[in-house]
């Protein structure tokens, strides 16, 4: 059987570009070759709302028809109507043209709220062969029903995990074994909004052996004979480049896809803005990020230098633009309210929103959306400031705690210094006021990123934080920022999905 | 059989709170007469992440200890813990102080995420009568086992609805004539973040009437004796009574349970506004609430004179602080960039961030929390400025539509003038140029709102909307401004959740 692995970036509701993408493949492929496109390559996914599904299925309907018209062999993921009510996740299985088979899911996952519950895996003949066909989600059902045959096409919308040990494909080796089948599993690439799809398609042989793997994060098409499977090596990427490919690809989506050709993003000189900067001239390319830098009487030389320096070694444009006098005409806004009080949060504050106040004045005058340069550590303990440095359109670290930005940030310079040294070499600072340091405020990072990975990742409970060994005192105080900081995590910018813990997708707690 | 209905408002992961209100009511309780609490009633609910239940178990299972210790006969609901890595949300029978028996839930809803699948109702015998105990969401199950029992009590967590029609008593009531069994009904009310739930805990006889009603949103008690119920007459709430007392509890409940005392609130003299002051002191008094009038060189004079009035009639402390000085040195600031620019939005959000800013200052010095004013046709369309008017801690009518805004008014404004007319009789405007108005970008918000409860609330499709007779034109301006504005959405204050379509906890759209 000659199989086209056809793994794309699909577009969420953009259905016309989605046909032409698959059209393109069905028109030079060969008539002889089943082509499989992904889970929902049709619609795009995640849908969200169900009047979207209706639309939709009217257009997708035309769509498939058209794609019919060619006379190739082709799997497709596309949602099918059953009747006015009911809307299934659906793999349509087309033989030369002619519509023979469709697969529903069964196993409904996160993003398929409003899909009715199908049958799951469907087994059918193409060529004289008996295939199976369906969901990755329903793979165990199918196992039960103890039915031989020669190749299970399983497809999915698989989410990207930085601390995925990639153990689905030793279960899915498990399966090959147990139904003594060859299994070929296609999986999107590409990002919607903060969820980034982690490619990996792939087909393996009886005895669960890789025969041919496709890559992460990039679009790929690969032909394999199925009669003819080879094993093949696999050189896995490192943490820091899973990362970084992954930022860089959600950030190039969320642009892309919005049609928003220009970033703009407020440089300190910190760590964390000159990790984010590097991200988004890779993924828009460095005409068109521009830097802003906010300096005031708090800052210190180096941050305007270092800041400076960041936009030369990437060769953005940049702007300096001082906040003092806005600084200084909100104090006096306030001085009849403030008069006679000490200084506290509302006036470091004041300078974090006049700066927001500049990165969004020129977004919006020169259509470019801000690049938000939060971390995970600061969002979790709520060190920032709300509608100041927690804003932007989209937070390509918001995923990443503090010491992973550090860990980035090497990785990044591993071959020359693209991120100054003194970004990462010195102590993180706010500077919302003289000398400050966020060691004043919070435990150091090292000791506070243990503390939120034992709690937030691998889901320790106060006690059974205390028996690993942390101190008690520095517990309760994590644990009490952490749980009077979820409504300002509620507000923050999207994070990149980078992990099962996300905050602004998958972890939430009580505002309350 | 003698029952005590407790209909309480809980805190969630307040352990010591909640026993102590059940503890109240044990102590005072008479030996014959059973207790029945709600869903989660030791831990409060929604409690999200996993290991805060670990931490919960021990507290509870202590608290639970001591409860029983009081002799007294209940029934409480709990997370109870299988082994080490499941924990299911439970009902324990306390017979005069011994545990006799516990119902775990089956059929798990939207915060049961954590939770393992449990068994469903258990039928137990409790002063010689057969008693099935369990959760409102089981009940189905239970009906097809087809067990004769005296009395069923189900216990649930159910959410308000303003548009509700109460279908549930219905159908509670055909469940009743099934059984031919009496029902007991337990829920709670109060607020947690943005989630109202709805109380209106009752007791029908087995012809399915209803004898006794409990509020939707006052705590209560209600003793109640099984062989001697009467039918009770119901007069049900008006539309914009439940929509004020809704939002008045959340808002109440979102300031007592995160300890913050006091409101502050910009008040532009526009309806909006005028009525989130409203629900803020009827929350939390007037003298816990300040309004900040922030008029700028576009306001009319009337938008200063309404909003005086609106702060006057209600009596709350007010200041006038003009944005001319902010306004003034952020167009300064942003000169060097924007020198030979035509104005454009840039230039209007910054007037809305110079607000916000003034707004969260205040907050931040006196340890304010701000009242957000957005409506959900402004948010649907993305009307309004992220990080600007689209901010505050909690939005009271961020799911009320503009016109059940106007209905709320009028009904606020049913005795005595509170809202000053001219703020519900004028056309509405931004003012953030000379003689803008709403319908200089936006249809007639009549037009609007009808389209906007079609498409989101009635989930038609666009071709549907077409087929009702909108205009086209009109439909695809509103369709594609609701698809833009995702983004935004994603970033608002929490809304008050009032439907089953409130964009921050339930109606989602793709951001891409």
Redesign the interface.
Known sequence: MKINICQLNY???DCSYNANKIQEILDKSNDDVLNVFGELALS?S???????Y??LY?ETSKLGDALCNSRKSFIVGTPARGDENFCYNSLVFVDKGEVKALATKRNLGRFDKNFTQGNGIEVLTYNGSKIALGFLEDIENFIRRKIKVELVILCTNRLFDKDDKEEFIDSLALCARQLDSKILLVNRVG????YVFSGTSLIMNEKGEVCKRLSMFDTEEAFVETDNLVIERHNPLCYEEKIYKASVLALK??FN??NIKKAVIGLSGGIDSAVVVVLGVAALGKENVTGILMPSEYSSEHSVSDAEKSAKNLGIEY?T???K??F???L???Q???LG?QP????E??QA??R???V???G??FGAAMLNTSNKSESAVGYGT??GDD?G?ISAIGDLYKTDVYRLARWINRNEEIIPMNSIDKAPSAELRYNQKDSDTLPEYDELDKILID??DN??????LIALGYDEKTIDRVLHLFR?N??KR?????AVRLSRTCF?TD??????
Do not use: C, V
Request: aromatic fraction near 12%; charged fraction near 20%; proline fraction near 6%.
């Open positions: 577009k969420t509701a795009g995640p849908l969200y709302s169900r009047n979207l209706k639309d009217i990002a919607e909004g903060s989506d969320y896809k919005n702007h633009i001082p906040i006098d806005m200084a005409a909100s006096k806004t306030m009849p309210l403030f009080l506290n949060t509302a006036e504050n004041l929103r006049a927001l106040m500049i969004m004045a020129y919006n005058k709300l509608y804003s359109a709690y937030i889901n320790k409970s106060r006690s059974e009077i979820e409504w509620h507000q923050e910018a999207p602004t972890f939430f707690n009580p505002i309350s």
